[in-house]
């Protein structure tokens, strides 16, 4: 047998703890249901854009603590309501040109392309007891409710709201998708909100947070490495902060069809952690396996394709 199918194998069968709190549950739904009593105040203006077929918006939505969230949207020149893929970047990325969604307009497809918190267009109003140490990653470190992906979460709930009720899409055709950091939100909408009805999360983060913490790291998790070990009084503290954002602890709530992809040579989001995750998910759910490829896999020409075959057939 290769010896990467033999490490599935094992892989396949690891089933960690949940690091869950007792409150994890409440905390989650209070946040959700703090967040609907908050107006979205959605702006949007269409954009002169040189490829006279697409009908580009952008689009600017408040976040939970009124930071307002930057976006395209894109409408395709066919019959409304259009199915819609909600995309969300990777960690210090951004949603970049319209010009790169393309291949989905041509489709049908309308896109909602979002800048993350701290990212591209779109600010932090936030306020941190803690700086960020040289990463967004350790913003609110060890205060759960203050901790940055709080916010890129809710943040990320919000993309929903704005999509569900815009009179040109499908609500019941709704899809998310992200790489990385984009992954990790894409697997936290599929465990807090069971509206969109499809999910991709490519090579995503934040999945068994503690075990990731102990491979050998690239990315923004290093810099909450090199928080604890300046602080390591604070370890236990930052560790159970951490596990209300960990998909180790989501992966039980995912009831919507998925897909994951992992990357073996992934030195960025470790590929045992995303498999203890993608173990644990029961709805309809299907893995994507790259033995010899590395955290980049997202913009592979092939990953590309069978990306837009499976959309095809599911959305």
């Not at 259009?82 to 489709?107: E, N, V």
Request: glycine letters at 6%; hydrophobic letters at 35%.
């Amino acid at each position: 047998m290769e010896l990467y199918k033999q490490k599935l194998n094992e892989w396949n069968t690891y089933f960690p703890p949940l690091t869950k709190q007792d409150d994890f549950e409440f905390f989650w739904q209070e946040a959700l249901e703090e967040s609907k009593k908050i107006p979205l105040m959605a702006e949007d203006g269409k954009i002169n854009y040189p490829i006279r077929q697409a009908n580009v918006y952008k689009v600017i939505y408040r976040g939970m603590d009124g930071t307002p969230i930057h976006s395209y949207l894109l409408l395709p020149d066919t019959p409304k309501p259009h199915p819609c893929i909600i995309r969300f970047h990777g960690y210090g990325g951004s949603k970049g040109s319209p010009a790169q969604y393309m291949h989905w307009l041509i489709q049908g497809y309308a896109v909602l392309a979002v800048d993350c918190r701290g990212h591209g267009e779109t600010g932090d109003s936030a306020s941190y007891s803690r700086g960020h140490d040289g990463s967004w990653a350790t913003m609110g470190l060890g205060n759960k409710r203050e901790y940055y992906y709080f916010r890129v979460y809710t943040d990320a709930i919000r993309a929903v709201d704005f999509i569900m009720n815009h009179p040109a899409i499908d609500p019941n055709r709704v899809a998310v998708m992200g790489a990385s950091f984009g992954g990790g939100i894409s697997l936290a909408i599929a465990a807090l909100d069971e509206r969109p009805c499809l999910f991709i999360a490519d090579v995503p983060n934040m999945c068994h947070i503690e075990l990731a913490l102990e491979q050998k790291l690239e990315g923004s998790l290093t810099y909450i490495e090199s928080y604890l070990n300046k602080y390591p009084d604070r370890t236990d503290k930052v560790l159970t902060a951490l596990s209300y954002f960990d998909h180790l602890n989501f992966a039980d709530r995912i009831k919507r069809h998925i897909r994951i992809s992992v990357s073996l040579k992934d030195v960025i989001c470790p590929p045992l952690s995303v498999m203890a995750v993608y173990n644990r998910i029961q709805s309809q759910k299907s893995l994507l396996v790259y033995p010899y490829s590395g955290h980049d896999i997202a913009a592979h020409p092939q990953h590309v394709d069978s990306t837009i075959e499976w959309i095809a057939k599911h959305l």
